[in-house]
């Protein structure tokens, strides 16, 4: 499970581009979004991974932080406030310079908002002892990792799991469940809730609380830059 496969999957639809392999598809800021029954519009934001750009449309390190840090104030916003980290444990791992990214865009104080999620874990379905040590491996060979979890940053699995029932260990979530939880946070009107997600590239997820009287029923929509600001 990709990351724009992990976005198709808590918006219940195929409007984003999904990759088979692990190169990424997208090349700006782009934003999805979907309306709960409570009134609160979720809003997912992908963005351009870190040290993956091609040739002819190559974008620095910086020029991407630059984007990211930006982002917020085109809503009027001030920040982020919210993290996903997603990866894999089938072997990718992440690049040397996102670990400074992340610690830079996210800082210690947003800590209590950060959970990790560590995906294919049903491609090891009826052996996750095996699964379990490249994910402990990362743990404990990563700075970063290792001080997520010295935080008691919560630590999630996922994966194409379908119909079937997960495994019994409150660890295994499907990704709709993974950005709910974040929903527990306090919600007041102004406020958005930004998921940061690591899975060989880094993305943007982005939470919004819109006007609960406006709202009817769920509904799924892909936004254009003009309707963020609604």
């Known amino acids: ?73 085109t809503l009027g916003r001030g920040g982020f406030s919210g993290v996903i980290l997603l990866q894999s444990i089938s072997g990718e791992t992440q690049k040397p310079g996102s670990v400074k990214m992340i610690q830079r865009l996210c800082g210690s104080e947003t800590m209590e908002n950060v959970v990790v999620v560590t995906t294919r874990w049903d491609e090891f379905c009826c052996d996750t002892e095996r699964a379990a040590d490249p994910e402990q491996r ?32 409150h660890r295994y979530q499907r990704p709709r469940a993974v950005v709910e939880s974040l929903l527990g946070l306090e919600i007041v009107p102004g406020r958005e809730l930004i998921l940061y997600v690591s899975f060989l590239q880094l993305r943007l997820f ?25």
Request: with cysteine; aromatic share 10%; charged share 30%.
């Open 138 to 169: 990362l743990v404990e060979s990563d700075q970063l990792w290792h001080d997520l979890h010295g935080a008691r940053v919560p630590f999630f699995r996922t994966g194409f799991f379908g119909d079937k029932a997960l495994p019994k260990d």
């Open 1 to 73: 499970m990709n990351i724009l496969q992990f976005i198709n999957s808590v918006c219940g639809s195929d409007e984003t581009l999904v990759s088979d392999g692990p190169l990424r598809c997208t090349r700006e800021v782009k934003a999805f979004a979907y309306k709960r029954p409570d009134g609160i519009k979720v809003i997912l934001v992908d963005t351009p991974g870190f040290g993956d750009g091609k040739e002819e449309d190559f974008k620095t390190d910086e020029e991407i932080f630059k984007m990211i840090a930006e982002f917020p104030g």
């Open 206 to 230: 982005k939470f919004l609380e819109t006007d609960p009287r406006s709202v009817d029923a769920v509904s799924w929509e892909k936004l254009e830059p003009e309707s963020l600001h609604s």
